[in-house]
């Protein structure tokens, strides 16, 4: 049994965590939350502490500061408080540097996106090569069990894939991702996430066609799909984390991943990146500052974490798999549905950061027991998928799986074709209102602009066509 975890990190999805590592407490052992500001993970420990969350109470929950790109710093801390599993929660960036600290003291490493460094936005498939793969050997070597993409997309997602190889295709053809929030924060505009990996994660879409990587312009390939419990959703393609894994180590034509963004969303973040705010660049001012346009917006935009006490609706996430099973073509969608409320009611967190939060304190566990510590590093799709679903089941995050007949309305064709035909079907038409800009979000007022457009333009047609005549 490994015991006592480190949760680097004190945004959203560690709040999450906290609380289920302390929920957990009896397999997990010692919590301490570490982060740049610890009045944060002091903010954390007084909402689980308030919830009643810590299920051993002669366990210790407690937190520390940490620079955790300081390698020594986060070594010393590992010792300190004698942590057996690190779960790093922090930024992208830093996850070099909390890995390599793992490396040198031994202890096991899960964390829930892939690395990035500040420099780069969409680096070069497959990106998982460009720094985590490259430490594969030192862990083989030292016995280090790594866990990569623990989170729930990537994470989840991943072991849905593999749980798909296992018990419901001999031959996969596809895999879609599909990734919606229909959800409402009631704010002009914000982000469920960290802002600046939010925005990163939109320059470019790599994906995976017919076995090999190809480049399409962001929000530029366009789907409607009727999901569970949240109806008909526009999705588009897009690049994500774990395609660059899934790619290597599942045997399928195609795997996709596909979000979802409401015309408004598209709107604004085209805007912004036209002008140049969501850069990573810096620019020199008259006076002669530096500023990050995309540090700029996200200290302008809400903090997610604020967003969560007056959320409403619900995410679905999934893996929609077309293949073959004993010589007869199959389709399943295996997902998950969190209700945003209920999230906030239970962990005082809104649905994203929920679902995000959850897996990694589910792997933590079964490193804690054994199962998964693997002594390698790994990415989801590689562990048994089984013993993970079955906990996530208990502990908040339950699976359905729904058998598709295939080719029938309820299957989903995630095809690209041209990209001039695409294009021509994914315009989004948005409404603005200067006087008021809360318009925009008001529930049928597209549609109501629209048909009153619709209507103009019909009356117009028919006066043309009287005068013609």
């Known amino acids: 049994m490994r015991k006592n975890v480190l949760i680097i990190g004190a945004g959203g999805v560690a709040h999450v965590a906290a609380h289920k590592a302390a929920m957990n407490n009896d397999v997990l052992g010692d919590i301490c939350i570490a982060s740049r500001t610890k009045d944060k993970c002091d903010a954390i420990i007084e909402s689980i502490n308030r919830k009643g969350h810590l299920k051993n109470p002669a366990g210790k929950l407690y937190s520390a500061q940490l620079d955790a790109l300081d390698i020594p710093a986060t070594i010393k801390l590992i010792k300190k408080s004698k942590a057996k599993i690190v779960i790093n929660l922090g930024s992208a960036f830093i996850n070099m540097s909390v890995l390599e600290a793992c490396i040198e003291t031994g202890v096991a490493y ?59 295709f001999d031959k996969i053809e596809s895999i879609d991702i599909l990734d919606v929030n229909a959800g409402s924060h009631g704010k002009y505009f914000s982000t469920n ?23 399409y312009p962001t929000h530029s390939v366009k789907r409607e799909y009727d999901f569970p419990v949240v109806g008909n959703q526009p999705i588009y393609l897009n690049g994500h984390d774990e395609l660059h894994s899934l790619s290597k180590n599942i045997d399928a034509d195609n795997i996709r991943f596909w979000m979802g963004f409401g015309d408004h969303y598209i709107n604004v973040f085209t805007v912004l990146r036209t ?11 008259t006076t002669g500052q530096e500023v990050v346009p995309l540090k700029l917006v996200k200290a302008l935009l809400p903090d997610p974490m604020t967003l969560a006490p007056g959320y409403t609706g619900n995410t679905c996430i999934g893996t929609f798999v077309k293949g073959w099973m004993e010589g007869k073509k199959r389709e399943i969608l295996i997902y998950q549905v969190s209700d945003h409320k209920k999230c906030y009611e239970e962990v005082e967190s809104q649905g994203i950061s929920y679902t995000a939060g959850v897996p990694p304190v589910a792997a933590a566990m079964l490193v804690a027991s054994g199962e998964w510590d693997v002594k390698k590093m790994v990415n989801v799709e590689e562990l048994d998928p089984e013993p993970f679903i079955k906990i996530l089941d208990r502990i908040g995050l339950p699976t359905e799986i729904k058998e598709i007949k295939p080719d029938s309305k309820h299957s989903f064709d995630g095809t690209v074709r041209s990209l001039e035909k695409e294009l021509a079907e994914s315009t989004a038409t948005v409404t603005v209102s200067a006087a008021n800009p809360m318009i925009a979000l008001t529930p049928g007022k597209a549609a109501k602009v629209k048909h009153s457009k619709d209507k103009a333009d019909s009356e117009k047609e028919k006066k043309s066509k009287k005068k013609d005549k």
Do not use: M, Q
Request: with cysteine.
């Open 110 to 168: 899960i964390d829930t996106a892939i690395h990035e460094d500040p420099d780069k936005v969409c680096e070069e498939p497959p990106w998982y090569a460009n720094y985590e793969w490259k430490r594969k050997d030192r862990c083989e070597e030292k016995g280090i069990t790594a866990i990569l993409g623990a989170g729930f997309d990537p994470g989840v997602v991943n072991a849905y894939c593999a749980l798909a190889v296992k018990r419901y």
């Open 193 to 215: 996430f960290d802002p600046e990996i939010n925005f990163r994660e939109f320059v470019k879409v790599w994906t995976w066609i017919d076995r090999e990587w190809k480049e």
């Open 275 to 285: 002008l140049g705010f969501l850069s990573h660049l810096p620019v020199t001012l």
